[in-house]
């Protein structure tokens, strides 16, 4: 893919090649990221973040990732109460407020909506989540933490993963499966409620692609030998009965002792978050916290890596950032090392 | 007037020259806004964006506008669940927020609540609508849409426009006809159903400057040897039983056929927008959309460049936008070309 | 206490010499709040303003703030909505949120929680209001005005205030009388009804620190002889019925009259904002709006220097803000003189 002027609609559009590209370009933001120093590379471009439905962590982390560029950044999180509701289409909306704007970062409640919206936008736009759809940011950023937890270096052939917990509605393990299907001889040990198990289809094609493919209700059994265990909350908000949750809320969960009994001893942890820390659910213990392979704040910590990866590729300054660089001279401690 | 350190209340402000001044510098703005140039001219600056009811575009508008010139925007678009609730009056609530801003733009439901919000505040204060009253940089971006699609000067005496759909309660149609009685000669066609018919004040004012006014319920005849053709939505929120706006709604469209057959060739479509595209609405059919003389989408795109120039006024700094001016190094394609 | 990298949760941080360094460095911050001049010291920092309750003025107080410094502000005020609902502790959204921040700013309905959040966050965190409990930066811009009202040096010793109206719930003036305690010899006219007068753990606390406490529900002979008057809004929202905060409102009330026939001619009017205009409350009268002694509105305008000169410290910048200082170039007026 030419990155320069593309939409960033699904990890589909992604090869191998594409992954490559956005990482090293990921790794290059991080002394921006880190604020070891800053750039001014998009001064005086607008970001317009358009939110109909509420999403406080990606809504911010794309605003934090364009400001570390130097963008501003243009919200909107009313949107339901606003246009919409006097029947605009979608394709009007995409009109007007591209108007405004030099990039656009879409989230939408409905399945295909962000893709309708970039038909007719005249800027870029990335979609930050259509529903139980796409959400390509948060699995190229899942991927990258694979890469940067593991060590390793762009092919993810022969990683064992464990994906943990609601795998039928958990939009971000559908996606990070398709992308890992980018390569090759992966194990994927697949730990959930059967009827909350992962979608035929995605298993299907990781088979027919060669890797392995383990389906268990045995957690125990199946945190055995993996490299990366990733969990998932179960996603109440899918589900048309909102009690059934309740049933599967809490059946599997990682905490120090289950790890350490169970798990190889560098297994990474991974988490899209938010976590569900009430009591009955709890699929992540507290008592993890300080373990050093705990990596779920440094996966959102690259989130901003990704994003700013991605405005950097899409507006075409990937090669200028570091001509503006200059030293950060206000307090930062060393709280990303 | 002067602007410098004027409100920006009401379109009855400004005279020919006024509004003149104003178009040579929304002009000016025009490579600020396509992104050719960026300029840091209010570096510094702050913008308060004060929404008491939902706009998103107008005050993503608005808030482009105030970047695109270098500032920053802070924005309040929760503000009936604040201080206001604790009964807050107007005065307080300008004395303060004036003393956080260099210009305040502001919305509002209530007629005249702007106005009297502006003779508290510290600072220059735009109306960006206030109820059924008014919202002169729309009818300002209207009237410059028609001077830039007609290829006219400054003169638009002797134009023709229709407008049509709910003239009673369109508040843009109100402002564009009080703004265009500043010219002569002008020919009004007016078609909308007879219980939604343009206010006879207004009718009357633009009979005594001594326009042509031609009042119908017979679109085919009204369409015919325009200019311009302007539609509105039915404003079903200010009615008081919405059930009724149901009777008008879709009463009068155009669409492609009826352009055809009953408009001269090069006769400019605008709408203020949104349009409603619900079936049974639909008063600007899509499959116009491509069509070159559609200006809908250069109208909203217009309203930057207005702002801009508002800003650049008020603030005194029209002449110095230019010195800071540099290329603009992201992608940006040609996209208002 | 070492400012940089400090959380600011709490006003009993604070000893004398704090408040005495904070107060300079406010001072200092002058020009650039009053666009004399602006500064970029802080340009490419990032600000998380985190409302869990809305709060107008104190959010955009804190938002120009930072702008004034030079840096982007990432807004949340639908935090509600969001992942908190689906189960997340303070403490991954604290370990989250400030991975994208280079400091946060945090207001929470709940006492305590602020300082729960900052226990987690990478990045300094200031309190902004958390419940009934702190607002640290709103006693310090209290004593800062009255320091400059009264034009006095570092020490309040001697000063005569009086609090008026609702002391039980009002947690400025409980704030305030803390602070107030790090000095000598002060003497307090704490005038409210009986069933809202100051806990008594702060009469206490003021009292064996040697001050004057005199408690009274006479509001004419409360008023005699003090330097400042602190008026407070009925709390309703914090009381179990509603209903029963309309037996108190109104009952104290301040206005030119009572001003003239029971202040001395030179004392200070303060009130925390926002005050109830409606007439049933209306307990500090809008016919004073005129009179030069009336400080409210330079009371919130110095909240900017109080919360500029935070930021200052606590990212240790301060010596370093008038380096890229510029003469301001756009209209001002002289509206801080």
Redesign the interface.
Known sequence: MNF??SHILSISQFDRGDVEELFQVADEMEPYAH?EK?????????M?NLFFE????T???F??AF??L?G????????K???IT????L??TA????????IIVMRHPVAGSVEEFSRAS???VVNAGDGPSEHPSQALLDLYTIKKELGIGNDFGGIRIAMVGDLKYGRTVHSLCKLLNLYSNITFTLISPKELCMPEEIVESLKQSGHTVIETENMEDGLKDNDTVYLT?IQ??RFEDRNEADIYRGRFRLNQAIYTSNCKPNTVIMHP??????AE?NELD?DL?QHPNLAI?RQ??NG?LIRMALFAL????KD?VHKSA?E??????K??K
Request: aromatic share 8%.
């Open positions: 320069v002027g604020r800053h750039t001014r590379v998009l001064d005086g471009a607008i317009g509420p999403s406080t962590r809504r911010v982390s605003g934090c400001n570390l130097g501003h950044v243009r919200e909107t999180t009313d949107i109460a606003s246009a006097k029947g605009e289409s394709y009007d009109r007007v407020i591209s108007g405004y704007s030099d005249r800027v870029p909350r109440e908000e978050l938010p976590r569900d820390s009430r659910a507290n916290n704040f959102t910590d901003v899409t507006l075409g300054v200028q200059v950060v001279n206000w307090y930062t401690e709280r990303f």
